[in-house]
């Protein structure tokens, strides 16, 4: 089974690659903020609770995001691998999902991380609000704090993956072409 960690900053590309990589390998997406908006739609007890930190612009904790992944993850029993996107997040996520993994025999083989520059990232969060309309890829500031956020916070998790020899630095520069070239040609590897 193939399951990776797709994982860089905001704007790096891991919706667009996540995508090439379900197609190319028939792998399951699963994204945390997708997964978190379907279940405050469907009105499920972890969507209930997941939105009120959510309404206050908080992350939802651990214990509810695990709790989604864990229950997603039943749905596919057959499934080819997983591309996880968005999770894990902080290290205790990344040991519940080895945990849930390992039990089956089938862990992460990777964590590929899009590498970009942060004036690029800056400018393709721009251009996409022009497209999409979001509104926290239309400011400037906004968009380097989270951009820091995402740096300050993530360190602890590259080094998790390191220490298991499971991460991959992927340059994120370039045409969607080129990434998605560089991830082929680490993912088939495995």
């Known amino acids: 089974m193939l399951n990776l960690v797709l994982f860089g ?4 590309g891991k919706g667009t ?3 090439f990589l379900k197609e190319e390998y028939g792998l399951i997406h699963l994204s945390t903020g997708d997964l978190l908006r379907s279940r405050i739609a469907e009105g499920t007890a972890l969507g209930i ?6 309404d206050k612009g908080e992350l939802a904790p651990d214990n509810i995001v695990i709790g989604m992944i864990r229950n997603t993850l039943k749905k596919y029993p057959d499934a080819q691998g997983f591309i996880f996107d968005g999770f894990p997040r902080t290290v205790p996520q990344a040991q519940a999902l080895d945990e849930m993994l390992n039990k089956n ?4 083989l990777g964590m590929l991380s899009l590498e970009v520059e942060k004036e ?14 979001r509104v926290d890829d239309q400011n400037q500031a906004v968009i380097k ?4 956020v995402y740096n300050e916070k ?4 590259i080094e998790y993956y390191k220490s298991q020899n499971k991460f991959y630095a992927i340059n994120g520069m370039g045409t969607v072409e080129d990434i998605s ?3 082929k040609e680490v993912v088939d590897q495995f």
């Open 154 to 157: 993530t360190f602890p998790l």
């Open 49 to 54: 609770e997941a939105k009120q930190y959510m």
């Open 181 to 183: 070239r560089r991830l």
């Open 17 to 19: 690659q996540a995508i």
């Open 105 to 108: 025999n089938v862990p992460i």
């Open 145 to 148: 704090n989270r951009i820091n």
């Open 9 to 12: 900053p905001p704007g790096a």
């Open 120 to 133: 690029e990232l800056i400018k393709r969060l721009l251009n996409r609000a022009q497209i999409s309309g």
